[in-house]
């Protein structure tokens, strides 16, 4: 089984229309993400079709818009959703919310701070995106040390960034995508240094494509799995049923 661990359905269908209909030469389960209402509402026509899913709704931080947090809440308090997310920090960029300016931290932080305690009440796993913030999500150890698990959507930090997260007690796995087949040291480094059991593979489809490509589909799962065997020097078969079993202890806990 190969396990996706953070995908977009809305954007992909938007790539390639009806691939929801279409069977996978490979058995699969997958994380799907959405970040405002309309969008989660068409995700879960197309998880429809995709049983082996499940479903998440945050607050981007490339978009900290809290006029979500109530219908985020009631999805939680309807458990219509497994976790919670993306959330987090994004300051790459120059524009006034992708940049450390005052204003975006504060819509950033707030928005954060909100889905961290909303994790911690619902004991519901956080995804967490993180762009030029690793040092951010530092500060907040004790609180993160409360939820019941967080995964970093395609860990951007450095080895020994992942190393002190651990070292804080703070529940956390790291999700490698299409980055690995463009060689990211950063990547490679953190892949190699950390636990086995502490990876995820994922895709972001339809986004981060490979080179060549005009999006990132679901079958590029394979790609990233066989690059992380390759980089591990594992077997296929043997990665892919680690990957299995990390993916059903962060966001299943089981």
């Given at each position: 089984?190969?396990?996706?661990?953070?995908?977009?359905?809305?954007?992909?269908?938007?790539?390639?229309?009806?691939?929801?209909?279409?069977?996978?030469?490979?058995?699969?389960?997958?994380?799907?993400?959405?970040?405002?209402?309309?969008?989660?509402?068409?995700?879960?026509?197309?998880?429809?079709?995709?049983?082996?899913?499940?479903?998440?709704?945050?607050?981007?931080?490339?978009?900290?818009?809290?006029?979500?947090?109530?219908?985020?809440?009631?999805?939680?308090?309807?458990?219509?959703?497994?976790?919670?997310?993306?959330?987090?920090?994004?300051?790459?960029?120059?524009?006034?919310?992708?940049?450390?300016?005052?204003?975006?931290?504060?819509?950033?932080?707030?928005?954060?701070?909100?889905?961290?305690?909303?994790?911690?009440?619902?004991?519901?796993?956080?995804?967490?995106?993180?762009?030029?913030?690793?040092?951010v999500i530092m500060?907040?150890?004790?609180?993160?040390?409360?939820?019941?698990?967080?995964?970093?959507?395609?860990?951007?930090?450095?080895?020994?960034?992942?190393?002190?997260?651990l070292k804080k007690?703070?529940?956390?796995?790291?999700?490698?995508?299409?980055?690995?087949?463009?060689?990211?040291?950063?990547?490679?480094?953190?892949?190699?240094?950390?636990?086995?059991?502490?990876?995820?593979?994922?895709?972001?489809?339809?986004?981060?494509?490979?080179?060549?490509?005009?999006?990132?589909?679901?079958?590029?799962?394979?790609?990233?799995?066989?690059?992380?065997?390759?980089?591990?020097?594992?077997?296929?078969?043997?990665?892919?049923?680690?990957?299995?079993?990390?993916?059903?202890?962060a966001y299943l806990?089981?």
């Amino acid at each position: 089984m190969y396990c996706d661990a953070h995908l977009h359905l809305v954007g992909l269908e938007q790539y390639e229309p009806g691939f929801a209909l279409r069977a996978l030469p490979f058995d699969w389960r997958g994380a799907v993400v959405s970040h405002n209402p309309e969008e989660f509402l068409q995700s879960e026509v197309l998880r429809a079709n995709l049983p082996s899913t499940i479903a998440g709704f945050g607050i981007h931080p490339q978009e900290p818009d809290m006029r979500h947090a109530d219908f985020l809440s009631t999805l939680c308090e309807q458990r219509k959703v497994d976790f919670i997310g993306e959330a987090g920090f994004d300051f790459f960029g120059d524009g006034p919310l992708r940049s450390r300016s005052s204003e975006a931290m504060h819509l950033q932080l707030e928005a954060f701070l909100f889905q961290v305690h909303l994790s911690a009440y619902t004991q519901l796993p956080l995804v967490i995106h993180i762009r030029k913030a690793t040092d951010v999500i530092m500060a907040y150890g004790r609180e993160l040390r409360r939820l019941p698990s967080i995964i970093f959507h395609c860990w951007p930090g450095r080895l020994e960034e992942a190393q002190m997260i651990l070292k804080k007690g703070i529940n956390a796995y790291f999700s490698f995508g299409t980055p690995l087949l463009r060689d990211s040291r950063h990547a490679i480094e953190s892949l190699v240094g950390l636990p086995t059991s502490r990876i995820l593979s994922e895709t972001d489809a339809p986004w981060q494509r490979p080179h060549g490509a005009e999006y990132t589909s679901l079958e590029h799962i394979t790609d990233v799995v066989e690059k992380m065997s390759s980089v591990l020097n594992m077997s296929s078969e043997e990665l892919r049923h680690e990957l299995a079993v990390n993916f059903s202890a962060a966001y299943l806990h089981c």
